[in-house]
């Protein structure tokens, strides 16, 4: 009767109330979402477009996790500004270019676009040196493009043609340059390759550090924390950045995730929570976190917490799981380009004919590559060009077997 009466008592008690810390209640401090929500002092942004000036973060931009963040003082000039705005405006007119091919039906397959999220992209690459490294997962056309990819190499890999990245032959999720390693299709794979490239730089003595990205529905992975084993053992110089969209393959993060604080999942690994959806924010967390990395310190866990406005991938609507009204509420309220355009306005940086010649610039480069890429011819339909790029070159064996004898390829011939 007594064992009865226990069970029924466990049965009755939630199962995370048994588990909760005694202060799990009590008030957390959320990172703030708002694109626009950085000051300056106008009367102290000066007259010269290279002059570094004194941007003021929200209290709200930065949470850290057994260390101490960033500064919310970010040093910027007109030009910096000027580029970040034109950066994350042609990554967005490029996914555009991207979702009206696929809805044509030029573009095949599987196509994960990252319009919302240009802020991450953009604002990485303004904190990192060419010599850095970075490693993503399929949503990966923005970095690439951030990376030294060219609009016409990206769209005509998305159409297949022998001009793109990867000569027409990896797609969406497979574009690869100098810096830049991918665009990975396996969920999570690139996080311990990501280390990978990072133990590189420690042995090599090179004070780089690697920027190793996947999104909330990668971080339940088992690699994920195999790598962060690892790299915390042997301090390898490497930032574990979640790029925390709200939502996996058609799941809300708190469906998939029993902690969603991304950022403390490194455990014996600091950690830093950023705003992602505002470009400043974002170079200055990037900017410290290869200053943190690349110091001896080891790695770092980084969450970016950003919203994507299409679906997971073209084949998703995106709203079976969310509703039209958020989605439209992100996109009216906490747009990095908007959030962006507002300060740059209101601190008087240049007018706003100025920067509709900045969007006419990116429409013009858009468009103008779009168009030379739906003309570049498609790969030769021949063994020589199926059988090429799966070794390094000049490193072929004497030759490969097809399905049949007759489709043996020579690599000598």
Known sequence: MLARSVKAARLATPLRACYAPANSFSLRRNVTTDAASSHAD??????????????????????????????????????????????????????????????????????????????????????????????????????????????????????????????????????????????????????????????????????????????????????????????????????????????????AANRSSALTQYYQRGQYIPGLKVNGMDVLAVKQASAWAREYTTSGNGPLVMEFVTYRYGGHSMSDPGTTYRTREEVQRMRSTQDPIQGLKQKILEWGIVSEEDLKSLDKQAKQLVDKEVKEAEEAPFPEN??????????????????????????????RE
């Open 42 to 251: 106008k009367d102290a942004v000066p007259a010269e477009d290279d002059k570094k000036f004194t941007v003021n973060l929200s209290p709200e931009s930065f949470e850290s996790y057994k260390i101490e963040g960033p500064s919310t003082e970010v040093e910027v000039s007109k030009n910096d500004l000027k580029k970040m705005y034109l950066d994350m405006v042609t990554i967005r007119r490029m996914e555009m270019a991207a979702d009206k091919l696929y809805k044509e039906k030029k573009i095949r397959g599987f196509c994960h676009l990252s319009t919302g999220q240009e802020a991450v992209a953009a604002g990485m690459e303004h904190a990192l040196t060419p010599e850095d490294h970075v490693i993503t997962a399929y949503r990966c056309h923005g970095f690439a493009l951030m990376r030294g990819a060219t609009v016409k190499s990206i769209i005509g890999e998305l159409l297949g043609r022998r001009e793109g990245i990867a000569y027409g032959k990896g797609g969406s999720m497979h574009m690869f340059c100098k810096g830049f390693y991918g665009g990975n299709g396996i969920v999570g794979a690139q996080v311990p390759v990501g280390a990978g490239i990072g133990f590189a730089m420690k042995y090599l003595n090179k004070k780089n550090t690697t920027f190793a990205l996947y999104g909330d529905g990668a971080s339940n992975q088992g690699q994920v924390f195999e790598a962060y084993n690892m790299a915390k053992l042997w301090d390898i110089p490497v930032v574990f950045a979640c790029e925390n969209n709200k939502y996996g393959m058609g799941t």
């Open 382 to 411: 021949t063994p020589k060009i199926l059988f090429e790029d799966i070794y390094v070159r000049g490193s072929e064996p004497d030759f490969m077997k097809g399905r049949t004898l007759e489709e043996t390829h020579y690599y």
